[in-house]
């Protein structure tokens, strides 16, 4: 009896041991494009111009679409006492220099946060989703500035296991200056980039 334990016993070792010494399949590789993601980190990357300079008309639509109420927005008065002039809203950042989804004679538009996508084609990682998101405000917007961006990969982590699956997380800045080079902002995006267990 404790022969045929023994025997049992070796056989499930050597399974398991067969089993380590498996070749790795694609889905558990994730050294895959690693030197070049690499490579981007703290390198400004995408830099986009906005396709047409702020205007106050889309700071009336955009206060009514939250009834924003703010004087500033809606006062000439207000606003020069506060602000010393109109400003955006400051949640408009992005609407400066996001690219429109079509333009005439354009076959390709910008994707906004290319380098998060970039991230997941180099990496082979096919699905990804943000997780957090921050944005830290400069100088005002005014009317009649052209708002331009650039973005930098700050950090790309180790192989992480999550519930939605194994990947690695990365956090990207999205610098963004008027026509003047003033810094009017930075939207800091931490993404997680993972294929599904």
């Not at 070049?36 to 702020?54: C, P």
């Not at 429109?100 to 699905?127: C, N, R, S, V």
Request: include cysteine; glycine fraction near 10%; charged fraction near 20%.
């Amino acid at each position: 009896m404790q022969r045929k334990s023994l025997i049992a016993s070796l056989w499930c070792s050597l399974d398991h041991l067969a089993g380590l010494l498996k070749p790795m399949s694609g889905n558990d590789d994730f050294t895959i494009g690693l030197e070049q993601a690499l490579a981007w980190i703290d390198v400004e990357r995408h830099a986009m111009r906005g396709q047409f300079e702020v205007e106050r008309g889309c700071f009336f639509n955009a206060c009514a679409a939250v009834g924003n109420g703010n004087p500033i927005y809606w006062d000439d008065e207000a606003a020069a006492a506060i602000t010393g002039g109109p400003s955006a809203p400051l949640t408009m950042l992005s609407a400066w220099f996001r690219p429109h989804y079509w333009m005439p004679g354009e076959d390709a538009i910008p994707l906004p946060w290319q380098t998060h996508f970039d991230l997941k084609q180099t990496l082979a990682l096919p699905e990804a989703v943000a997780t957090d998101s921050e944005v830290v405000f400069g100088a005002l917007v005014r009317p009649g500035d052209r708002i331009t961006s650039v973005e930098t990969l700050r950090s790309l982590s180790d192989v992480k296991t999550t519930r939605l699956g194994r990947g690695r997380f990365w956090v990207i800045d999205c610098l963004c200056r008027n026509q003047h080079g003033e810094w009017v902002g930075t939207e800091t995006m931490t993404g997680f980039g993972y294929r599904k267990a």
